[in-house]
């Protein structure tokens, strides 16, 4: 949002969460509180502006939750995105941006990944968001709608007072931090025996001021007729970093000792998650800037504490 304004856009954010408002106030953006799954009022609020395209982010995440309520996640994912499709279809809004998932592709077949792999999701959140790729291809076959679909690797690390926080926290960086603060007694390993190179999986961490440019250029890509109407491409920086190795990065950046536990694997989860973003480099000229782990780290350990000082 705040990339969004300073490069001259207004703003309006749809979403259920007061969080939201609060922000949206602070950042001089419009802010209507709803349910995406309100068709009524997602088409209300399409015809109420002139708007270059949308950003679709909300959804449920948590790969692991997925595993235990898959039901939740395709209600929330995959049936309230064709309710928002069906809005913009209804009010000629034909520009998306996706928020998709690494997920998507399941265990690979090699890596980095590239966004042709083969797509066959270990989790049900995978697939909830798979489901809504397949259906944007037709929206877009069918009803002309120019969309850029965005893989997201393992979105880490702060920006001027935005983090990583989730309730009931479940993400490995903020947990990890919430153990240098104190406020937990130890990191579980899901997992030592995977086959990697210190038998924990591995993961792509991208900082989410690059995911932000990302945004940025994808929305600017669906204004240029000339640029293809149908994008994916994968968000990573193509260095994967074992969980040991994001723990040992943590106890460098806080200086504090971390204990771990050692515990069995996490259902659903792929050993190895590396993106080959070559393709958004090329097309896009995105060009990630914070994608060290250390740096990543750092933002978020700087904005972890004051969140709970
Ligand atoms: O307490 C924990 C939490 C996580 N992990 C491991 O750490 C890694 C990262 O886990 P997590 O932070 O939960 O992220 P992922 O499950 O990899 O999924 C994230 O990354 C995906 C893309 O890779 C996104 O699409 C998802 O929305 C996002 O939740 C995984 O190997 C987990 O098994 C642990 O060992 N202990």
Known sequence: MRLLLASGHSVTIFDNLSHSKRSAVAEAATFVEGDLADRDLIQTTLRNGSFDGVMH?????????????????????????LTLL????ATGQ???????TAACYGEPEKTP???????????????????VEHILRWMNKIHGMRYASLRYFNVAGAIE????????????IPLILDVALGRRKNIKIFGQDYPTKDG???RDYVHIRDLADAH?????????????????????????????????????????????????RRPGDPAVLVAGSDRIRAELGWNPQHGALDEIITSAWEWHQKRYS
């Open 57 to 81: 982010f909300a959804a449920l995440i948590e790969a692991g939750e997925s595993m235990v309520k898959p039901e939740i996640f395709f209600r929330n994912n995959t049936a309230s995105t």
């Open 86 to 89: 069906e809005a913009m279809l």
């Open 94 to 100: 034909k520009r998306l941006v996706f928020s998709s």
């Open 113 to 131: 990944i590239l966004e042709d792999a083969k797509l066959e999701p270990t989790n049900a959140y995978g697939e909830s968001k798979l489901l």
């Open 161 to 172: 007072g935005y983090g990583e926080a989730h309730e009931p926290e479940s993400h490995i």
């Open 200 to 202: 924990t999986c591995v």
């Open 216 to 264: 940025l250029l994808a929305l600017k890509a669906l204004t240029d007729e000339a640029k293809p109407s149908r994008m994916i491409y994968n968000i990573g920086t193509g260095t994967g970093f074992t969980v040991r190795e994001v723990i040992e990065a943590a106890r460098r950046v806080t200086g504090k000792a971390i204990e771990v536990e050692e515990c069995d």
